[in-house]
């Protein structure tokens, strides 16, 4: 089976935003930062991120947005009726979509590539120390991946 046949199906908890995307992740990471502990309501978020063309999201979702540390316009799209995190977009990775591996319903074939703001990692959240880690967001461009 080629990487273009890959096929991962996600849904939200309430089941009324579903979502299918094809092909391989350019990246899996944990990511400690506030935003996505307030987001996610623990201590990290861990995303995948894809080629917005490989996605095929289905359902009624809500748009949050706001502006992230280093000046980038950062949009969360979640379910207005259940409140489950489905994606998130960066107008510093135009193109890619990051969903949410929580929401991800067979995602065990998916390996964390990166941890990223690790300053503000909470005491409590412990991680797997052999992933490389970074105290911010590292410089990451798509296209070199
Ligand atoms: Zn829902
Ligand atoms: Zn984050």
């Not at 299918?20 to 990471?29: E, F, H, K, R, S």
């Not at 390996?111 to 703001?117: I, K």
Request: net charge negative; with cysteine; proline share 7%.
């Amino acid at each position: 089976m080629t990487s273009e046949e890959r096929l991962h199906n996600g849904r939200c908890l309430c089941g009324a935003v579903t979502y299918v995307v094809t092909g391989d992740p350019v990246i899996v990471a944990h990511c400690h930062c506030e935003d996505c502990q307030r987001l996610t309501g623990s201590g990290h978020s861990t995303g995948a991120m894809f080629s917005e063309a490989n996605l095929k999201l289905d359902g009624p979702v809500a748009e949050y947005e706001l502006t992230s540390d280093n000046g980038n316009q950062v949009t969360r799209v979640f379910c207005p009726s259940c409140g489950s995190p489905i994606l998130g977009k960066n107008t510093g990775m135009p193109g890619f979509v990051t969903l949410t591996l929580g929401t991800m319903t067979d995602s065990g074939d998916l390996q964390p590539g990166v941890v990223v703001f690790t300053r503000n990692r909470r005491p409590w959240d412990i991680m797997d120390e052999t992933i490389p880690s970074f105290e911010a967001q590292p410089v990451f461009n798509p296209g070199d991946a």
